[in-house]
């Protein structure tokens, strides 16, 4: 079983905009796979986000991570992303491609 974890990593924010301090502009998510047997992958995104002057704001230092997860959960496909995880961590445990030592190099030596 491989367990998923996501988190934001970093919000960008313009000091000053539409009349407010510290608007978020940009939040960058992080998912990180990791299986059983200690395999991993990872996966990073960067979601845009728009004030309109006259919404409500909540200053920056007041946001949580369930307001700002609702800001891009929709622009997120997670089990896209998921399954993509998956199989990064099928193809660490299953190479689709492997790169053997050349055959006249092992005699060469000898």
Do not use: H
Not at 82 to 103: F, H, S
Request: contains cysteine; glycine residues 6%.
């Amino acid at each position: 079983m491989t367990n998923f974890n996501w988190l934001i990593s970093f919000m960008s924010a313009y000091p000053q905009a539409e009349g407010e301090a510290d608007v978020v502009f940009q939040v960058n998510w992080c998912c990180s796979a990791r299986d059983a047997d200690g395999f991993s992958a990872t996966a990073n995104g960067t979601v845009p986000v728009t004030y309109t002057a006259g919404a409500p704001f909540t200053p920056y230092d007041q946001l949580t991570q369930e307001q700002v997860w609702g800001w891009i959960n929709p622009s997120i496909d997670r089990p896209e992303i998921e399954a993509n995880l998956q199989v990064m961590i099928d193809e660490q445990k299953n190479p689709p491609v492997v790169t053997p030592p050349l055959p006249w190099a092992q005699t060469q030596g000898a």
